[in-house]
């Protein structure tokens, strides 16, 4: 995408001027000419894909964008240049001509205008091709009877005014099936003669729409087909066109179906034709967006339409391929095996039963036919996208994803860079967005009138990122392209999943040559890879789910390469399982041998996102540091050598880096790197006690940490709070009982962290010393909603003060039996004081 590498360029050029101006001094004005004529780019990138364009001039437009990203690949590379000299000794030599060069080259795409003529491009209202309407299923129809039952039920309630109900899903997944078979009901058809079906779709006209509901409802059919009536229906306005039907339904028992339906605004045009007070109306309207469910009627919510299950899968391949239930003996493994891999989308199974038809009909053979499924069931997502002459499930993801805003898209092709079938940790993916420049900074419309305060704004929009881009993926969850796998506490995504048939179409999209956004690397037969190591130098991401070690072993160079992502397809295992209860064996095919270590840096040279958790280093590669782009860096250390397991002091030198996350199979970590003096450290996680470097006394950094953790008691000083004052996630891991006893540390440290949302509480088994612990009250954590107390087998008490914090909500224990008598106490407490949002959770339970 040509606006990435803008992005990307535009984020250096802040960077640079932001905490480097010194360096350029004497080119400053050059550069804040550069980042203004890249800001008219970035708009008119943005214009060109969000506005519509006329069929015949679409290709002039195309070529356009064509040769602005790779003006702005060239220009990247050349700035990236000069960032990467400042820092070696800074020699700034002829940077001023050098930057006036870059200049004159985008002056000449738009020859020194002040704006683009963008009708002249191509880029307007033009009419578009009608979508075509899609043919409502109405045989084979498998599943669904729970649903139907559920939306016929809804359809025969009484209600006090017009009813909307909404059927939600991902593309494919039967919506509009589930609805035409509520819709041709007897039972339904009987109740509501005046009945309409409509197909709304992304591209539609009010007034068809309007004319098509006119020519099916009873009142006006009649009259419709007269020649002369229809002549004079056909010139009236949408408004005119609204009221008819609206008077038409007025008083009669009616039903309209409106399939297809995409945003909220869209729902808004079409509203006004109905009879708001009607009590007898009923609305069903399918649609992938959340958003248009809720706006259509708050009071009700919508149907989320389930996958099919196993069983239902396989019944429905059977009926598309052989038209009845039966199936031959020899096919049924293999057969069981496809339906499974289509995970239960309905459309899937259709398309994929299709083709299975024509290979069965091809071949009266059996073992030709048995050796054709197996094919089939190895890729069924390859075939589904390359075998389907109608391109069906493409074409259906295609609309989901041409309808996103501008500021989705790249997060939505983002996810294929994960493993198939792979439970995403939200807080990783949203860090990655973050690392890539996904996530745009929100800025006053008003000018800054000094330096100073245009620093304050920057860091005042950097601490908001994570929020946005949370609600990033929630819009994707909402659009049914994303969907959740587990949730936190307090109700946000923890985890989350793609259908394959999405992830599949975010690496078709996401690796063409006219996006170039990131290409996935595998094994190809002949033991080479696919694509081969000699093309990577043109991609812009990389990720890889195997054979790692053999592909860096090949010494790749990408020198384009802005992300590395190396995820082992079995890292949930891993995570469900605990990190420490994985051993590395030898044959580990993720294990990097010593002569590979700094294979990374030598072959990505402007890395900025590094995934390499999956990786097992026998060491910190130390000349990482010269990475000066990277701002996600996920490692694992496998030795179990206390000096290999060190955190090496070069990891300073790393400004750009926001997230930092370290995973090591020793019980305990040191870091030797100033990590608080790391200008731009957002999150700096672990999987073991992390000893930190104490900061300088005049250190004033640190301040952008909003996640710690997890750190040893010993490094809880208040100068380390003192810095790290804004953090939202604290984890520490050790002999909690130096918090208790005030003298180097103490817990009311923590009283300095007044934004602090999670506190995570690990002790190391000291038994002797459980009689020694204080707990707390009410003011050391005034602000608590949640106590998770898990495995505290020798806790005996918890303190009945914390009942007086206004704001807890729960106490949860787990196997913490000593301490239920006291978790009453304050359960009774806090009933006491009518508080009744208050829960406590006591397992397993005192009986068992």
Request: aromatic fraction near 8%.
């Amino acid at each position: 995408m040509a606006d990435a590498a803008v992005e990307f360029l535009l984020e250096n050029l802040k960077q640079l001027l932001l905490h480097h101006a010194h360096l350029i001094k004497d080119a400053k004005n050059q550069v804040e000419k550069l980042q203004n004529d890249l800001r008219f780019f970035k708009a008119f990138l943005k214009d060109t894909t969000t506005k519509k364009r006329k069929k015949d001039e679409h290709c002039k437009c195309s070529s356009v964008r064509y040769a602005t990203s790779f003006t702005m690949r060239k220009t990247g590379n050349q700035v990236q240049g000069l960032l990467l000299q400042s820092f070696s000794p800074p020699r700034l030599l002829n940077i001023a001509e050098r930057v006036e060069i870059v200049c004159r080259k985008i002056s000449d795409i738009y020859g020194g205008k002040d704006k683009i003529d963008f009708a002249g491009l191509g880029i307007g209202d033009g009419e578009l091709d009608k979508p075509e309407v899609p043919v409502v299923r109405q045989e084979n129809l498998v599943g669904f009877e729970d649903d139907a039952e559920k939306i016929i039920g809804y359809l025969n309630e009484e209600t006090e005014q017009l009813d909307v109900i909404s059927i939600i899903g991902m593309p494919g997944l039967g919506k509009t099936t589930l609805a035409g078979k509520s819709y041709r009901n007897p039972t339904i058809q009987y109740e509501f003669q005046t009945r309409a079906w409509v197909f709304v779709s992304q591209e539609f006209t009010v007034k068809d729409v309007f004319l098509s509901i006119l020519k099916q409802i009873a009142n006006t059919k009649r009259v419709v087909e007269d020649k002369d009536t229809k002549a004079g229906i056909d010139t009236k306005s949408v408004a005119e066109l609204a009221q008819e039907i609206a008077t038409s339904l007025q008083g009669k028992k009616f039903l309209i179906v409106m399939d297809d339906v995409w945003t909220a605004d869209d729902w808004d045009k079409l509203q006004i034709a109905l009879p708001k007070s009607s009590k007898m109306g009923k609305v069903l309207i399918t649609s992938r967006q959340v958003e248009v469910a809720r706006f259509a009627n708050r009071d009700r919510p919508p149907h989320n339409l389930r996958f099919l299950t196993q069983e239902e899968s396989w019944l429905l391949l059977r009926w598309e391929v052989f038209r009845k239930p039966e199936c031959p003996s020899e096919l049924e493994v293999l057969g069981k095996q496809i339906a499974n891999n289509c995970k239960g989308v309905a459309l899937a199974i259709v398309v994929i039963g299709g083709i299975l038809a024509r290979k069965s009909s091809s071949s009266d053979e059996m073992s030709a036919r048995r050796n054709a499924w197996r094919k089939v069931s190895e890729r069924v997502t390859t075939y589904l996208i390359y075998e389907d002459p109608q391109r069906l499930m493409e074409k259906l993801i295609s609309l989901s994803y041409q309808k996103l805003p501008y500021h989705l898209r790249e997060c939505f092709l983002y996810l294929g860079m994960f493993p198939e079938d792979y439970e995403i940790p939200a807080w990783k993916l949203t860090l990655m967005w973050i690392a890539e420049g996904f996530i745009q900074q929100r800025y006053a419309t008003r000018e800054p009138q000094t330096f100073s305060e245009a620093v304050g704004r920057w860091q005042q929009a950097m601490t908001s990122l994570e929020e946005t881009a949370e609600n990033y993926l929630d819009e994707l969850i909402n659009r049914n392209l994303v969907r959740i796998d587990k949730r936190m506490s307090d109700g946000k995504v923890k985890t989350c999943r793609v259908h394959d048939m999405i992830r599949d179409f975010c690496k078709s999209e996401g690796g063409s040559e006219r996006e170039n956004f990131f290409q996935e690397i595998n094994k190809s037969s002949d033991e080479g890879f696919q694509p081969p190591i000699s093309c990577i130098d043109k991609y812009r991401r990389l990720s890889m789910h195997s054979e790692v070690v053999d592909f860096l072993s090949s010494k790749p160079f990408g020198p384009r390469i802005r992300s590395f992502v190396c995820i082992n397809k079995d890292d949930d295992k891993l995570r469900s399982g605990g990190y420490h209860s994985y051993i590395p064996s030898d044959e580990d095919e993720f294990n990097l041998p010593n002569e590979n270590i700094s294979a990374i840096p030598a072959a990505f040279k402007l890395l900025r996102v590094l995934d390499a958790q999956s990786i097992k280093f026998s060491k910190f590669p130390r000349d990482l540091y010269k990475l000066i782009h990277l701002r996600f860096i996920a490692l694992s250390i496998r030795s179990c050598s206390p000096k290999s397991n060190n955190l090496p002091s070069c990891f300073s030198k790393l400004w750009n880096v926001q997230t930092l996350i370290v995973h090591t199979v020793r019980h305990a970590l040191d870091v030797e790197a100033n990590i608080l003096s790391m200008v731009q450290l957002r999150h700096f996680k672990t999987n073991t006690s992390t000893t930190l470097r104490k900061p300088g006394k005049n250190s004033k950094e640190g301040r952008k940490l909003q996640t710690l953790g997890i750190i040893s008691p010993e490094s809880c000083g208040g100068e380390v709070f003192d810095r790290a004052c804004n953090l939202k996630k604290l984890g520490i891991c050790g002999k909690l009982a130096l918090l208790l006893d005030g003298k180097d540390v103490s817990f009311d440290s923590l009283a300095k962290l007044g934004n602090l949302e999670k506190l995570k509480l690990i002790n190391f088994p000291y038994p002797h010393l459980a009689s020694e612990a204080k707990m707390a009250s009410s003011h050391h954590f005034s602000k608590l909603r949640r106590l998770e107390l898990r495995n505290c087998e020798k806790l005996k008490e918890i303190p009945i003060g914390l009942a007086d914090i206004p704001c807890l909500q729960l106490l949860d224990l787990y196997y913490t039996k000593q301490a239920a008598v006291s978790a009453r106490k304050i359960l009774e407490a806090k009933n006491k004081q009518e508080e009744k949002a208050f829960k406590l959770s006591i397992l397993p339970p005192e009986d068992e």
